[in-house]
């Protein structure tokens, strides 16, 4: 390689890495602004702003879905297997709302530590397949008598 | 050792010349020329394979039902995005390192098909995410950084298209393709790194695909269609910027003025 081409490539060498380094730099300045939802033991442990809209993400605790009839109401507990949190919703959720699945809700800390959402995201996983697979591994799941965990 | 040495030189020189064959604007415009058809049929016939295979004899999803299916466009169409960045961001080096013309010329035929694919995994994620998700977009780091190659693509031909001068042109362009290639890590790994909407890798990592095999078939198929489609159009954009670049070459002279004899 002639010295003027090690010299180009050299330059391009650093002229990528220091972009790298710059943008790295700067993702990691901003790091909560790009985290898209807290977990609840973040909001547990108080990490979550106060009196502002954030957002936090976990699964739908099996059971734990109230409805008030005659409105669209619904209250139900989130996890991320750690900590526990209530969320309180009144709007129309989406078509994977179900107990088990991770959902994203965005709203803000009540008096009693409860979560009112303005908006309910249903969050899916990376897994697809039929769902007489997904029965079947249900099945071995429940004999194993482990969880499934969909988050 | 004396040898050897000898032998790395005639190495280097014949790999060299090799390369400075295959990369001359007349030998490429001939050999994509017979090589078009080729790629256009794969495209067409795997595009068939794959939309069948995909949107009708693929089981449905567990969760997603048939909605799932969209799948079988904007994953490929969001594997595009980036596998044509790289391929410009490679050519970048080449041109500004070697001075290869046709590293200038493939990426900026690349950039335009680029730009489409990135629109297309945009536009498909936003719909697949309105019934799914519940919203037709978030600002979560997946969606934006996929959002800033749509701009990086644009900003791409903007630039080329500033400048009068093509070959200056080319160059600035090369910078900033490099200059933005720090962008692909970021939308790959956006979802490992930090909390988004947007799911996991299904397929593109190291572990085994979390995808059903027969769901898996019609999705690669689909990602083969879609490179040959992006070849194809590719070759059909380089070589009119070719013929136009070196109009007053002798060999396109000689290939679009018919000689006497004719």
Redesign the interface.
């Known amino acids: 390689m002639t010295p003027a081409?090690k010299k180009?490539?050299t330059l391009?060498g650093v002229?990528?890495l220091g972009?790298?380094l710059a943008?790295g730099l700067i993702?990691k300045a901003m790091?909560e602004n790009?985290?898209?939802?807290?977990?609840p033991t973040q909001v547990m442990a108080g990490e979550a702003p106060k009196n502002k809209l954030f957002r936090v993400?976990g699964m739908v605790v099996e059971g734990s879905v109230v409805r008030v009839p005659n409105s669209v109401k619904v209250q139900f507990d989130l996890t991320d297997n750690a900590k526990i949190i209530t969320v309180e919703y009144e709007g129309i959720?989406?078509?994977?709302?179900r107990e088990g699945q991770g959902i994203?809700a965005n709203g803000r800390l009540d008096a009693k530590g409860n979560v009112i959402a303005d908006?309910?995201?249903?969050?899916?996983?990376?897994?697809?397949?039929?769902?007489?697979?997904?029965?079947t591994m249900q099945r071995v799941a429940d004999k194993d008598g482990s969880i499934k965990n969909k988050m | 050792m004396s040898i050897y040495i000898i032998d790395k030189k005639i190495m280097i020189k014949a790999t060299w010349s090799f390369i400075q064959k295959f990369s001359s604007p007349p030998h490429f415009y001939r050999i994509s020329g017979k090589m078009q058809p080729w790629f256009m049929a794969i495209f067409i016939g795997t595009l068939i394979y794959g939309l069948i295979g995909g949107l009708y004899l693929a089981p449905t999803d567990y969760q997603q039902g048939d909605s799932f299916r969209i799948i079988y466009v904007h994953v490929p169409a969001a594997w595009m995005s980036m596998f044509i960045y790289m391929v410009m961001a490679f050519c970048a080096a080449v041109a500004l390192i070697w001075r290869i013309k046709l590293a200038d010329i493939v990426l900026i035929s690349s950039a335009p098909i680029g730009a489409m694919f990135t629109a297309i995994a945009l536009a498909t994620g936003s719909i697949w995410g309105k019934p799914m998700w519940g919203t037709w977009w978030v600002w979560d780091a997946r969606l934006t950084a996929e959002l800033i190659l749509l701009f990086l693509y644009l900003g791409i031909f903007a630039l080329y298209n500033a400048v009068e001068d093509k070959r200056t042109g080319s160059r600035f362009v090369s910078i900033l393709v490099l200059v933005g290639v720090v962008n692909i890590p970021i939308i790959h790994y956006s979802v490992e790194w930090w909390a988004t909407l947007h799911q996991g890798p299904t397929v593109t990592k190291f572990d085994k695909p979390s995808i059903h095999i027969d769901m898996l078939i019609p999705l690669l198929v689909m990602a083969i269609s879609f490179k040959c489609y992006y070849i194809t159009t590719m070759f059909s954009r380089a070589r009119t910027e070719l013929l136009e670049r070196e109009s007053n070459a002798k060999w396109v002279t000689k290939l679009l003025v018919p000689t006497k004899a004719d």
């Open positions: 081409r180009r490539m391009i002229l990528i972009t790298a943008v993702l790091n790009v985290m898209f939802f807290f977990s993400g959720l989406p078509d994977l709302f994203i908006e309910v995201l249903a969050k899916h996983d990376e897994n697809y397949m039929p769902p007489e697979v997904a029965a």
